[in-house]
């Protein structure tokens, strides 16, 4: 099992006159070679999911900022340079974080191999604190109220929670949450009825709550595949 390592998230956008397509056969391609330099846990998402993926832009946003996010575990971040160099081969733009890892929801039923691509979607979020709280305020809002409540109004599978410590690249922007939201059927994010398991007042105290500890203008959100490659 994983224990006293270091996890790196790093969001990624691919080069303009790049295809999808081909962005994420070269990250996963990639792979193998971080493995080769010691990671001991990898996964990645990608928003490969083509016209299929038209979520209400009153939820989700454009997606136009994030094309994947990695994530790996190291056993300290020192040894991150050549992974570095990799995903600036292979990207367009590179984003890293240093995070703490929180799992509310593991998969219960997982039955599926390591280096395949996972059944259902991954909804990937990105959020900066609001000038107006104190770290103690977001992050007790995030984590005491707004989790228990998005795991009771969602239809979520996997649901992981990771706060930034610090950015590692010179570049990012100053994110300090960045979420993964799983579900089992992309329609449980794309129809919002369901997203809401199907109350109106869901989606009011949805709504509500996010816009007590984030902006909703600073989010960057994207559906993505998910492809774990080493658990």
């Known amino acids: 099992m994983l224990g006293r390592m270091e996890k790196l998230v790093y969001l990624l956008r691919k080069r303009d006159a790049d295809s999808i397509e081909g962005f994420r056969d070269e990250l996963l391609n990639a792979c193998g070679r971080f493995l080769e330099r010691g990671v001991r846990g990898l996964s990645v998402n990608v928003a490969d999911l083509g016209a299929q993926a038209q979520p209400s832009p009153l939820w989700l946003g ?3 900022t994030l094309s994947a996010s990695l994530s790996l575990w190291l056993d300290s971040l020192d040894q991150r340079g050549p992974l570095e160099e990799l995903l600036l081969a292979a990207s367009g733009r590179v984003w890293g974080y240093l995070v703490t890892e929180s799992v509310p929801i593991e998969y219960p039923d997982r039955d599926w191999a390591d280096g395949g691509k996972s059944p259902g979607v991954t909804l990937v979020t990105a959020f900066p604190k609001p000038s107006r709280l104190s ?97």
Not at 170 to 196: H, T
């Open 135 to 231: 770290d103690e305020e977001f992050y007790g809002h995030w984590h005491g109220s707004h989790t228990p409540l998005s795991l009771e109004i969602h239809p979520f599978w996997r649901y992981v929670r990771n706060a930034v410590a610090r950015r590692i690249t010179p570049e990012g922007p100053p994110y300090r949450g960045i979420v993964e939201e799983r579900v089992r059927d992309i329609e449980d994010v794309i129809d919002i009825v369901r997203l809401f398991r199907g109350k109106a007042e869901n989606f009011a105290r949805g709504i509500e709550d996010v816009n007590r500890f984030i902006d909703q203008s600073d989010i960057s959100c994207s559906l993505m595949s998910e492809y774990i490659i080493k658990s």
């Open 62 to 64: 454009d997606g136009k």
